[in-house]
């Protein structure tokens, strides 16, 4: 049991460096089994789901080593191409092996991924561009089996610019023969950061960053050092909680340039938000301003912010209306946020939030990763004590929300901590 404990409203100030990017390194490490070589990768999260996918690496026989936020791989030894599943079950991002385990072995075999429980998430996308490349896939209880004599490069069109099915097919790409091209790509900054990994193994990658990505397959692939870029997502959750604080807060460790469409939204809200070369400062006084948000893909407003957002304007001045446009079971949380005081009413894709001066506080059961971010948020505006249960999906994604969000003066500690699970 995780569990975190809010003593209510404090203005937050200070400085909070921002930990290595989550959906940014676990791509990082599958594509690391890429080549035979050791990579090491550095400013690496200490979070749960970097050690099930360490775990999920050892298991195939590649050993792992986290020291100090270093990552070393070598996937000399790897012998196994089926994926343990009681780990998969834990995270999404496993699905991404079966493209890089394509590649280099020929063969993988996975059960289906869990994750978040934020919607329906199937892998038809990655499936069928697997498929497009010359893979044999097999869906069988509950389990896809795959395998390919040899990969070759197509045109492959995705139906959606999703973000997992565009990494699975760079992975498997990378060492196919020929050349491929992935229109409707997903734009997010973590392609940018696997294409930008993959090329400096020895890729052959052009486009990222546009819906065009076109990659030349290469005999093989050499082993590198790479640092992993600052995570987005936990900055936007920084600032939306400098708000939420009315605070004046400065976040080190950072890509401004990935935030774009987040500062657009904050500032709509009443934040003056000024960005530096790797910082951003952000203040905030009084209430936030009722907003018109939706979500979409990259570069729109990120769904992983949504519900923190949608927690800061519980308390804004008027009435806000947010619309979810990517994953269909993000608002469990608005229950969450309505067990905390909190005026929300949801109609499909569409939420409605009125807001109010301060919220009561409560108890409330963190049900996803951004989810648990925002229930954290609604805290810091509470006049009350807040207490979240379940925080060990906080800790898939946060090294220490606590800790950080301590620096800037928050009142806010784990009653109840989740050992940290490393990789046995
Ligand atoms: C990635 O998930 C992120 N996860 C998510 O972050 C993020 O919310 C999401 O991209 C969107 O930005 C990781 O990077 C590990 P998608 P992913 O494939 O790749 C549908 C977090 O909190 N779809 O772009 O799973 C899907 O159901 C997490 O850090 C299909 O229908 O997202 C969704 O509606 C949560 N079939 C939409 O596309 C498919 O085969 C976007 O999903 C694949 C996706």
């Not at 909070?16 to 594509?31: C, D, H, R, Y």
Request: aromatic share 4%.
């Amino acid at each position: 049991m995780s569990v975190i404990h809010i003593g209510g409203f404090r203005r937050l100030c200070g400085r909070i460096p921002v930990q290595g990017s989550k959906n940014g390194v676990l791509p990082l490490m599958a594509a690391s089994v890429l080549s035979e070589e050791t990579t090491v990768l550095t400013n690496v999260p200490a979070i749960q789901d970097v050690f099930c996918m360490m775990g999920i690496l050892d298991f195939m026989g590649s050993s792992c080593l986290l020291e100090n936020g270093e990552l070393t791989i070598s996937p000399r030894d790897m012998g196994r191409t089926d994926l343990p599943a009681c780990r998969v079950k834990q995270m999404r991002s496993s699905v991404i092996l079966l493209g890089a385990l394509l590649g280099r072995f020929g063969q993988a075999s996975t059960c289906y991924p869990g994750g978040c429980s934020i919607g329906k998430r199937p892998v038809d996308y990655h499936i069928c561009a697997l498929r497009q490349l010359g893979a044999e896939i097999e869906e069988e209880g509950g389990c896809i089996r795959a395998k390919a004599v040899r990969l070759s490069g197509t045109e492959i069109r995705l139906p959606y610019p999703s973000v997992g099915a565009t990494e699975n097919v760079l992975l498997a790409s990378v060492l196919a023969e020929g050349t491929t091209v992935i229109r409707g790509a997903a734009r997010e900054p973590e392609i940018e950061e696997l294409c930008l990994f993959l090329r400096t193994m020895g890729a052959g990658i052009e486009g990222e960053g546009t819906d065009r990505i076109t990659v030349r397959g290469r005999k093989r692939l050499h082993g590198c050092r790479y640092r992993t870029v600052g995570d987005r997502i936990v900055a936007g959750t920084y600032l939306i909680a400098a708000m939420a604080g009315r605070g004046d807060v400065e976040l080190t460790g950072v890509k401004p340039a990935h935030l774009e469409s987040v500062f657009h939204m904050l500032r709509k809200a009443g934040a003056a938000v000024s960005p530096g070369e790797d910082r951003i400062r952000i203040r905030m006084e009084g209430r936030p301003r009722p907003l018109w948000a939706e979500t979409g893909p990259y570069p729109g407003f990120p769904t992983d912010l949504q519900s923190p957002l949608m927690a800061l304007l519980c308390c804004g001045e008027g009435e806000s209306r947010i619309r979810e446009t990517v994953f269909e079971g993000r608002y469990g949380t608005a229950l969450e946020l309505g067990r905390l005081g909190a005026d929300i009413s949801v109609a499909g894709e569409e939420a409605v939030i009125r807001g109010i001066p301060i919220l009561p506080g409560g108890t409330a059961a963190a049900r996803d990763l951004r989810g648990g971010a925002a229930l954290v948020t609604a805290g810091l505006q509470s006049e009350g004590e807040t207490i979240i249960t379940d925080c060990f999906h906080i800790e898939r994604g946060y090294e220490d929300i606590c800790r950080d969000l301590r620096l800037a003066g928050a009142d806010i500690r784990w009653l109840e901590r989740k050992a940290k699970e490393k990789k046995e």
